[in-house]
């Protein structure tokens, strides 16, 4: 957390402004180009490169040339780059899977704060959480996000300029004070009439955070095709968005979601047409690729059951089934029943997906509720 690679600059703890103006200056002109990024992903094992390089032949329209995954990126972020989505705080089920695993991680997005429409941010960070993440040279991307009240929050933070650069400022103090890498915006269910102004948002965030050495990350959820008027997707213009940010978190889950239908959380085939899609419209090399480690359970209500790898293998056990399936339908109490898993092979087939398209790397949604086998899968032999 202390060595010099975003964007050049070295990470200040309570140094005054400026010195840190004139520094970005000194090191952007003695960097002259040579960007420094932790060596080979930190403590990403180098297994996981072998993962990623392209594969020739698969998904339709892999990459090749400079933005292949593996190839130099001159923005100071490790390549390929895997990321873990963080909830709570230290003790449960994620903090164990960082503790075993982190490792095979190149940073954490811990979903620890909350934006509101007059740009106020509320949420703390977990300190023994980040005090680890610290101590094993991870990358650390704050996540702010607003997914409870979509546009009726984010639609007047948005529209008015005194909210949005409040909320800027705290996202810039947050960095600051905790010593992160950058945010994460994971601002959900925007109006399609406030594309512009999203887009406007993470542009001068970027220009912001870019001043000050930070980054800039954004979550946003799967698309197929551009539809500026879909209701859920229509706000995010890709094309704008992969300008402005340094890297986006593409969701490629919930393609069947709890309050919806039964089936795959996130088929292979659906995946492909997201990653082609991103692949498209946004650099590859700042693309990573969403993969869901849950699964749900539909039947005795209107919303679905989210399932942890646990929770779906105990299912499984008690009906006599494996748990390597990725579905199974069974009845208890008279209610008929249909789960869905993301296993070891779904995980693998997003992993080449991301790979086959050349795009920067994954982040996992979230850590302590996967399959355990991932990590071997992740390691190599």
């Not at 929050?153 to 650069?165: D, I, K, Y």
């Not at 512009?196 to 912001?208: E, G, H, N, W």
Request: glycine share 12%; net charge negative; hydrophobic share 45%.
């Amino acid at each position: 957390m202390g060595d010099p690679g975003r964007w050049g600059v070295p990470v200040r703890r309570g140094l005054p402004t400026h010195f840190v103006a004139l520094a970005v200056l000194v090191l952007a002109i003695a960097a002259a180009g040579a960007l420094l990024a932790r060596a080979s992903l930190g403590g990403v094992a180098r297994s996981v490169d072998a993962l990623f390089a392209p594969l020739g032949g698969a998904a339709g329209q892999p990459s090749s040339g400079p933005q292949a995954l593996g190839a130099p990126h001159g923005d100071g972020l490790p390549t390929p780059i895997v990321l873990g989505y963080y909830e709570g705080g230290a003790g449960g089920a994620g903090y164990q899977s960082l503790v075993q695993d982190a490792h095979l991680l190149s940073g954490i997005v811990p979903d620890w704060y909350t934006v509101w429409a007059n740009g106020s941010i509320t949420g703390q960070p977990d300190e023994r959480v980040l005090a680890y993440a610290r101590r094993h040279d991870l990358w650390v991307f704050a996540l702010v996000q607003q997914n409870q009240f979509g546009g009726a929050v984010l639609g007047p933070l948005l529209e008015s300029p005194l909210a949005s650069r409040r909320a800027m400022e705290s996202m810039l103090a947050l960095c600051e004070t905790e010593g992160y890498d950058g945010v994460n915006l994971d601002f959900e269910g925007i109006p399609p009439k406030d594309r512009r102004a999203y887009t406007s948002f993470v542009a001068q965030l970027s220009a912001l955070f870019h001043s000050y050495g930070y980054y800039v990350t954004l979550s946003v959820p799967a698309e197929t095709q551009d539809e500026p008027q879909n209701s859920w997707t229509g706000a995010y213009d890709y094309r704008a968005l992969g300008r402005a940010a340094d890297l986006v978190m593409v969701m490629a889950y919930d393609q069947h979601y709890a309050g919806g239908s039964a089936g795959p959380i996130a088929s292979t085939a659906w995946v492909q047409q997201v990653a082609n899609f991103a692949a498209r419209t946004i650099p590859p090399a700042r693309v990573v690729l969403g993969i869901p480690l849950y699964g749900y359970d539909w039947g005795g209500s209107s919303t679905a059951q989210g399932l942890s790898f646990a929770a779906f293998r105990q299912i499984a056990l008690q009906h006599g089934v494996q748990p390597t399936v990725q579905d199974l339908v069974y009845w208890q109490d008279g209610v008929r029943h249909i789960a869905y898993y993301e296993g070891l092979a779904d995980f693998e087939s997003k992993v080449r997906l991301a790979s086959s398209y050349g795009l920067r790397g994954v982040v996992l949604w979230r850590l302590g509720l996967e399959d355990p086998s991932i990590w071997n899968y992740l390691s190599g032999p």
